[in-house]
């Protein structure tokens, strides 16, 4: 079974700055994708970006991008040019790419703060 | 609405009742999905349902029981409340084929075991 490590429960950053959220997986297949989802006040969950496992090129939205680094099993979030409306929980989420039945595995979540 | 919906979006329910939280979606989408949101625990997969009649259990199965006789409808229940299922219920469906095949989150069901 997989599982997602997210190892900072609360990260705080000043408006406008960057911060980095960091994800560990560990899985035993070889093709797989990776997903960031915040979740607001409203507890809706919004996805934020997604990676293929299968590219080397790190995907980017916007203010957010990653870092994969698929031998190390890491898929960290980088938020540039933080703005109040980031501040949400941030979980990092796997799926098999076996086929849409799989589930997602989800990390605990980091609680983002934003400092005006 | 287009999109998908949950009902009710709060519900609170005591001990040894039965509960149902209804799913609806309008995408025609053949993957639905429940998991539950717990302090320090992130979301978990209850049961996930891959086309109309076919379902099967994910991560927290126990306590819990679906159904899907239509494609747009996947109820959960639970057929006798424990405490321990207090939690916040999000339903989600995909659609099927090659890619990543987003999941679609619906708004939540807080539910409370008295």
């Known amino acids: 079974a997989q599982t997602v490590t997210q190892s900072q429960p609360e990260m705080s950053v000043q408006e406008a700055e960057t911060v980095t959220l960091s994800c560990t997986y560990d899985?035993?297949?070889?093709?797989?994708?990776l997903f960031w989802y915040k979740q607001p006040p409203s507890r809706q969950m919004i996805l934020v970006i997604r990676q293929e496992a299968y590219k080397q090129q790190n995907a980017t939205e916007n203010r957010f991008s990653v870092n994969f680094q698929k031998a190390a099993k890491s898929f960290s979030l980088k938020i540039s040019d933080s703005q109040l409306g980031d501040a949400a929980m941030y979980f990092c989420?796997?799926?098999?790419?076996?086929?849409?039945?799989?589930?997602?595995?989800f990390g605990k979540g980091t609680h983002l703060i934003i400092q005006p | 609405d287009a999109g998908i919906t949950q009902s009710p979006r709060y519900k609170i329910t005591e001990t040894g009742r039965q509960v149902t939280l209804m799913c609806h979606q309008t995408?025609?989408?053949?993957?639905m999905f429940w998991y539950r949101q717990d302090l320090g625990h992130g979301l978990r997969l209850i049961y996930y349902?891959?086309?109309?009649?076919i379902t099967d259990k994910g991560e927290v199965p126990d306590g819990y029981v679906v159904s899907r006789s239509k494609t747009e409808n996947f109820p959960l229940t639970l057929e006798s409340a424990t405490r321990s299922q207090t939690s916040v219920y999000f339903c989600a469906s995909s659609d099927w084929g090659q890619g990543y095949n987003e999941q679609f989150f619906g708004p939540g069901t807080r539910l409370t075991v008295l």
């Open positions: 995408w025609s989408h053949s993957y």
């Open positions: 349902s891959a086309a109309a009649d």
């Open positions: 989420a796997y799926r098999s790419a076996g086929g849409g039945a799989d589930g997602l595995t």
């Open positions: 899985t035993s297949e070889s093709d797989y994708y």
